[in-house]
């Protein structure tokens, strides 16, 4: 049986992905569930597994490729199969290798002073430019009748478009030195995403002080029974308390499949992490089914391989909710943007020492600052009140984490 292998889709704003190396060569044999390749997207490089076992016959884009989602990039068949009907030029028609950001601005030509720029190659009187370069030409009000372009044939590709965004900056720092934009491919995809989020969802924000002096008195003592790579962070207990949170209250757990709101039955909580070109969040999978341990070892090998940069596309494209934490960077506060095609964000801050009324007396209590962010749409202010409270109730006594 032949099985194509196609750029997949990971995310409604990808249009399109980069081969970054093929993990199996033509002739090996391939098992269902095996990673074949790596791929590099707007947000992070992606492992890609098979989904049909058999023989890898052939690569229909090399490694630096720009595929378009839903090109074939490669066949896996029988032995025996006819394959003689797949060929690279008829399969992937828009891959190019683009080259590095840096390489792109610093090797850009100043704007000339009159005139010169050759017109660029049309097809049926039309220009011959790619979808996504229309696109981020549409964005950026790029005139694209001035440009030449460099991809097959001199098609007007994505970073003939980019370079042509950033040159009236160029212009203006003249004499200086240019400077690589590192990572601007991901903050600008983080950009899109945020601006649609604002503009289509509208947000609603709770604030709740949460007392963690009975989670961190847990956490110190369990942490002291457990090997170092096995032992709890402060977000592995928050990350456990919205699993549990998300099962009694359903309706934060809900995600939008084009128009249509969808309550998703699995609770994939997404974690923010920091990386040097920005900022991903991939979900941990099956969040409230996994126990506080559990949590703890997959929360720390989610994030060794996303900054290693091997995640799988479930853990990009399934999340159900998301929990963005800068406690780490003693951050009290923090206000996310709810990340779509999900309808709701916790930020948390900082555990911090603060005195408290109890009993009739002050005392000082570990408490920790936690906004949520929601979409109206969905949820309204009491329902992200019970939410809210359950997380809290949760957090304040840690044994309801592990029963």
């Known amino acids: ?78 032995a025996g199969d006819d394959i003689s009907s797949y060929t690279s030029s008829a399969l992937a028609p828009a891959a190019s290798k683009p080259a590095p950001a840096s390489a792109v601005i610093a090797a850009a ?56 965004a950033t040159a009236p900056a160029r212009a203006a720092a003249a004499g200086s030195t240019p400077q690589p934009l590192g990572g601007s491919k991901m903050r600008q995809a983080i950009a899109r995403r945020m601006a649609q989020s604002k503009r289509e969802a509208p947000h609603y924000y709770l604030l709740v002080d949460i007392d963690m002096t009975e989670s961190m008195a847990f956490r110190k003592q369990a942490n002291a029974a457990l090997p170092a790579e096995e032992r709890i962070s402060v ?25 249509q709101a969808v309550r998703r039955d699995a609770q994939h909580v997404c974690i923010a992490i920091a990386l040097d070109d920005g900022l991903i969040a991939p979900a941990l999978l099956d969040a409230g089914r996994k126990t506080l341990a559990e949590i703890a070892r997959a929360s720390t090998d989610l994030v060794a391989r996303a900054k290693g940069g091997s995640l799988r596309p479930d853990e990009i494209t399934a999340g159900t909710f998301t929990i963005t934490n800068l406690g780490a960077y003693g951050v009290e506060t923090l206000i996310g943007i709810i990340q779509p095609p999900q309808t709701a964000i916790l930020g948390t801050g900082s555990v911090l020492p603060q005195p408290a009324a109890r009993d009739g007396a002050v005392v000082v209590r570990d408490v920790m600052k936690v906004a949520l962010s929601a979409d109206h749409r969905i949820t309204d ?18 044994l309801l984490l592990v029963l």
Do not use: Y
């Open 235 to 259: 977000n592995d207990l928050i990350v456990r308390a919205c699993a549990l949170a998300l099962q009694r209250h359903p309706a934060f757990n809900v995600t939008f499949d084009g128009d």
């Open 381 to 398: 202010g009491a329902q992200g009140a019970q939410f809210l409270g359950e997380i809290k109730r949760l957090l304040e006594a840690p």
């Open 1 to 78: 049986m032949i099985s194509e292998v196609v750029m997949p889709q990971m995310g409604a704003d990808m249009v399109e992905g980069t081969i970054v190396a093929w993990r199996k060569h033509e002739g090996d044999a391939v098992e269902r569930g095996e990673i074949i390749a790596e791929i590099e997207t707007d947000k992070a490089n992606v492992e890609i597994e098979a989904f049909e076992s058999g023989v890898f016959r052939k690569t229909l884009a090399q490694e630096g490729d720009v595929i378009p989602i839903g090109g074939v990039i490669a066949i896996i068949a029988d």
């Open 109 to 164: 030509p100043p704007a000339p002073a009159a005139p010169a720029v050759a017109a660029p190659p049309r097809e049926n009187g039309r220009l011959r430019v790619s979808p996504v370069a229309r696109h981020i030409a549409e964005e950026r009000g790029v005139d694209l009748r001035g440009l030449r372009g460099s991809g097959p044939d001199g098609r007007i590709i994505k970073r003939d478009v980019e370079a042509a």
